[in-house]
């Protein structure tokens, strides 16, 4: 069933704002509705003021900001491959991100930055993710163009060359280093804080925005690549612009949060099933869609094993991996 774009954008941003309001009233400490809004316009006492505005809002907001990033890459993505169960670690971003998260963990413990405000660690995941994207790029390129079955093989090839070595680096880790790169590796909002928040909420609305404004040229896209040039799109600078800002959405994503999977696949698909492939509402409606999915599985993280905390990866590999499989049997059946 499909909705009217008129429906559906005030229809998911209205579960998004209840899903904030219940993250923000979820917690170890009970409060009120009356005391989170107290809380937000500083009229509450201090412990409440330092819950809201260091834990539970800055959680919230994350969890918003890297759905969308993820979400967004999977639409652009699936558009530019042409398939939908495209995702953004098939251009070798995530592995490359976790990859310098482990190097960064396991071999530069001691490395500090201090104008940095959220930590080396980060920074190394976000440079592993771009590196292995440009050499996914390069390997993709040739002098007739940029071959995306190449660019696929090249980021298969790519990740399993990360993922063996995160590997070697789990083998060879301490007790302490070991317990990091595996907390890394399931995902976790737990280490929200501000000034990831800023990062990931600035590169979410510069992305929705580049992504916006390519709707057009995404649409053609789908009729394929000869129809596309016809139509007066430059396919080859589309394509290194769409790659480019994928690979910086979904390094600050798993920079911010660690190894979250399933979402990009899952939320364009979904988005597509209730308001059609236009890439006008796609884009839109799955960045929404995004941060509802991963705030909403960040609520069952939190509340599915208390006073533990589930990382939230595999909350959502739980969600998306039956999902996966129904897709794939849709896919099967359809040929």
Known sequence: MRL?????VPLLASLLLLLSLISLL?????????????????????????????IRLPRTLMSMAVGA???????????LFRNPLADPGIIGVSGGAALGAGLSIVLLPGIALPWLAFGSTTLFAFLGGMLTTLLVYRLGRSRNGTSMSMMLLAGVAVGAIAFSTLGVLNYIADDNQLRDLSLWQMGSLAGAEWARVGVSLLMALLFWLWS?????????LL???????????????LKGGAILLCALAVGTAVAAAGMIGFIGLMVPH??????????????????????LLLLFADLLARKLAPPAEIPVGLITALLGAPFFLWLLKRQGQRR
């Open 4 to 8: 009217s774009p008129y429906l559906s």
């Open 26 to 54: 979820s917690g170890a400490m009970p409060l009120t509705l009356a005391d989170t809004w107290q809380a937000l316009w500083g009229n509450a006492d201090l412990a409440h003021q330092l819950v809201i505005w260091q």
């Open 69 to 79: 990033l993820l979400a967004l890459s999977g639409a652009v993505l699936q558009g």
């Open 212 to 220: 916006q404004r390519q709707a057009g040229a995404l649409n053609a």
């Open 223 to 237: 009729l394929g690549e000869p129809e596309a040039r016809h139509l007066g799109v430059n396919i080859e600078r």
């Open 270 to 291: 979904l988005v597509r099933l209730i308001s059609g492939p236009d890439y006008r509402r796609l884009l839109p409606l799955s960045a929404i869609g995004g941060a």
